[in-house]
């Protein structure tokens, strides 16, 4: 019988010690798993941070992208508007221009009419000297 208690005193001892292994190691693996969550926790953490502001900056380079079109845009009109002044004023001068040369082509003509008749008339009028001389010379 002290044999059997023994026995039984050394399996209970071993079931112990087994169980103190146990419970070490799933001690250990509790410590374990509440660190690797801990550090999850913090990586969730940290990539939420870093995707905010990404998700900032992306918007903020969106506002920029925007005003840069918008920008773009109040030039190009101002632009399109200085062209089309500038076309107004082209078309104004170059008729004025044509304008002006009808009117001098038109002057010309006449002053050469002019011109013209008044040699016709001074040629009459010289010719008529001429004859009227004559006649006084031959009296």
Do not use: C, M, P
């Not at 004025?96 to 009117?103: F, I, N, S």
């Amino acid at each position: 019988r002290e044999k059997n208690e023994r026995e039984a005193q050394s399996k209970a001892e071993d079931f112990q010690r087994q169980i103190e292994t146990l419970e070490e190691e799933h001690a250990s693996a509790v410590q374990e798993g509440q660190s690797i969550q801990s550090k999850a926790h913090e990586d969730v953490a940290d990539l939420s941070s870093q995707l905010e502001r990404a998700r900032s900056e992306y918007s903020a380079e969106q506002e920029g992208r925007v005003a840069d079109n918008k920008e773009a845009e109040t030039a190009a009109n101002a632009l399109k508007a200085t062209i089309q002044k500038l076309e107004d004023a082209v078309a104004a001068e170059t008729t004025a221009r044509e304008t002006l040369e009808k009117d001098a082509d038109s002057q010309t003509l006449q002053l050469s009419q002019q011109v013209t008749e008044w040699r016709s008339a001074h040629a009459e009028a010289v010719a008529t000297a001429e004859a009227e001389a004559e006649k006084l010379q031959e009296s």
